[in-house]
């Protein structure tokens, strides 16, 4: 049980990330429609999610107390989803501003 607290993390974002996640499809079905390289995006953020939440439950700082790891677990999460998302969100519009 010891090691599934590290995923409180996700599944306390996991709704929001969700929508952020409708947000980021919304926003790129109205300039293309299609969303497989979409989908494979949101799967890579959610995995780079839960690279960073690992890392960042590791390697937290406990002399703050034991909830430091829940919380800087969640900011690296939140974090490296949104990044994700920011850089792909730019390449997909300038992928689908191309003609053809």
Same mark, same amino acid.
């Given at each position: ?6 995923? +409180?993390? +996700? !599944?306390?974002? @996991?709704?929001?990330? +969700? ?6 499809? @919304?926003?790129? %079905?109205?300039? %293309?429609?299609?969303?497989? !390289? ?7 953020? *959610? &995995? ?14 406990? $002399? ?5 790891? $829940?919380?800087?677990? *969640? ?13 792909? @969100?730019? +390449? ?7 003609? &053809?």
């Amino acid at each position: 049980m010891a090691n599934a607290w590290p995923f +409180l993390a +996700l !599944i306390l974002f @996991l709704p929001w990330f +969700l929508v952020l996640g409708g947000v980021y499809l @919304l926003a790129l %079905r109205r300039r %293309r429609p299609g969303v497989g !390289i979409d989908l494979l995006v949101l799967l890579v953020a *959610t &995995g780079v999610s839960i690279a960073a939440m690992l890392w960042g439950f590791d390697s937290a700082d406990r $002399q703050y107390g034991s909830m430091w790891p $829940q919380v800087f677990a *969640t900011l690296m999460a939140y974090g490296a989803f949104l990044a994700v998302l920011a850089l792909a @969100l730019p +390449l997909r519009w300038l992928g689908s501003s191309r003609p &053809g």
